[in-house]
């Protein structure tokens, strides 16, 4: 099996024509945003907030590109709005890379909730996901361009402690 | 200038651009007076019209892209006007027309009273922010805007007047979304 890493992950997902990254960063991210930042075909916009990265992805796609969300699960309460109110309803889809802080309860304190309610809020929005693993890397992001391009909707990679490298 | 004048000022100016529309009295106003297909009508996702903006002058560097805007919304994401100023796309025109006050839900006030919004702008980073009060300065603003490089702002300063009877945005999400793309898909 070949090495999965930020940078094969990213050439990856450049291969498959997505060029627009944004997101809000986060510790188990870095390695993957910090070889966006070096990267030639593709483009990393830093956001303020997630809600911000929901609507520069939209108006992304709009314009004929495939944009990928990158940030923390913390951030998907400030998300919920925009991905029911926009995304759903407007058939605006995206790519989120997020990563799952608290899961399983071993975490600091502010991410202990969120991390176990992660899956339920996606689940509760009728937003499709799955937990990116090495293995299933292919089959998931068969079912993500699925959903992307077929259905027009958001699909969400959800990324566990230790999948990608950490420069901090 | 009451809040519908500035949209009989401004709508007629409009070529082929796509606008983005800041969500409540911003859509139902634009929508009513000139439906076009290059509106993007963003009737939720409050703070996002701007954002959305970003992301289509970023990618579609040849086109000059306006976020009409409001007061509630700009204050709502005011780290926007940080993104935009960042990234500072050549193409893009934010126009807010400020009421200082949510009409659509009742006219409570807002903030902008008390906050010049276009001085954030100008110190977020704008290339240009302009302040009119006056309907007869709407258009030679908006044309030394949309004839110069942005980010620019342009902060037009209105009475609330909003008529609750005015229709709301007909078509359905879907509709608008497929409209738009096929408006920027055209050169």
Excluded at chain 1, 65 to 85: D, E, H
Excluded at chain 2, 22 to 49: Q, V
Aim: proline share 5%.
């Amino acid at each position: 099996m070949s090495s999965f890493t930020s940078k094969t992950f990213i050439d990856r997902l450049i291969r498959e024509n997505f060029k627009f990254f944004t997101g809000v960063p986060c510790s188990l991210l870095s390695g993957l945003i910090s070889y966006l930042e070096e990267v030639e075909d593709a483009k990393y916009i830093p956001s303020v907030r997630e809600d911000s990265a929901v609507g520069l992805c939209a108006g992304a796609y709009l314009s004929g590109s495939l944009p990928v969300l990158l940030m923390q699960n913390s951030g998907l309460g400030y998300c919920l709005n925009a991905f029911t109110s926009l995304n759903l309803i407007y058939r605006i889809p995206v790519l989120v890379i997020m990563s799952w802080r608290g899961q399983g309860g071993k975490d600091a304190p502010e991410h202990i909730i969120m991390g176990d309610i992660s899956q339920k809020l996606l689940e509760t929005a009728g937003m499709d996901y799955a937990v990116l693993k090495p293995e299933n890397c292919d089959q998931v992001l068969e079912t993500a361009l699925k959903k992307i391009n077929e259905e027009k909707l958001p699909y969400t990679l959800l990324i566990e402690k230790g999948l990608f490298d950490e420069r901090h | 200038m009451r809040g519908t004048e500035a949209f009989q000022e401004l709508l007629p100016l409009l070529k082929d651009e796509p606008v983005v529309h800041a969500n409540g009295f911003i859509c139902r106003e634009s929508f009513t007076l000139k439906d076009r297909e290059a509106n993007f009508y963003m009737i939720g996702s409050m703070g996002l019209a701007s954002s959305i903006g970003l992301g289509v002058a970023l990618c579609k560097p040849d086109r000059k892209v306006i976020v009409l805007d409001g007061d509630g919304n700009v204050l709502m994401a005011m780290g926007t006007l940080a993104m935009i100023a960042a990234q500072a796309p050549k193409n893009l025109v934010h126009v807010v027309i400020d009421n200082e006050v949510y009409e659509s839900t009742g006219s409570q006030r807002s903030l902008s009273n008390r906050v010049p919004l276009e001085l954030v702008a100008k110190s977020s980073g704008y290339r240009e922010a302009l302040r009119v009060n006056r309907k007869e300065e709407i258009k030679p603003a908006f044309e030394k805007l949309m004839n110069s490089e942005g980010p620019s702002f342009l902060l037009i300063k209105v009475e609330p007047c909003f008529d609750p009877k005015t229709g709301r945005v007909t078509h359905t999400p879907e509709e608008i979304t497929n409209r738009f793309m096929n408006s920027l898909r055209r050169p």
